[in-house]
């Protein structure tokens, strides 16, 4: 069974930083393209950012792009999300999302329980 925490999230100023992380269960973490997630309230959830399984390829939403990075250590089976300059409008809760064979905004095969994640004014 694989199971997805993540952890990091919490109450920053605007223009402040977090680092997202989000530890993996499972001996084929390796082998998952990974993703974050987040959804706003009264909005659907959307993908931010989006990893492949060896880090070679990344992918960002417009919305966070040369604001966030997304990594990964397969060796400590998590991965991360460091959010720079962020802005109020990144308020939301954050999901981690693993898939084995599906990329992109159509990963969706095993969720975290979400991290949420306030930026203030």
């Known amino acids: 069974q694989v199971q997805l925490v993540e952890s990091g999230g919490g109450l920053v100023q605007a223009g402040g930083s977090l680092r997202l992380s989000c530890a993996v269960s499972?001996?084929?973490?390796?082998?998952?393209?990974m993703g974050w997630f987040r959804q706003a309230p009264g909005k659907e959830r959307e993908l931010v950012a989006a990893?492949?399984?060896?880090?070679?390829?990344?992918w960002y939403a417009d919305s966070v792009k040369g604001r966030s990075t997304i990594s990964r250590d397969n060796g400590k089976n998590t991965v991360f999300l460091q959010m720079n300059s962020l802005k109020p409008e990144d308020t939301a809760v954050y999901y981690c999302a693993a898939d084995p064979q599906r990329s992109g905004a159509h990963m969706g095969a095993y969720w975290g329980q979400g991290t949420q994640v306030t930026v203030s004014s």
């Open positions: 990893i492949n399984w060896s880090g070679g390829t990344t």
């Open positions: 499972g001996r084929t973490f390796s082998s998952y393209s």
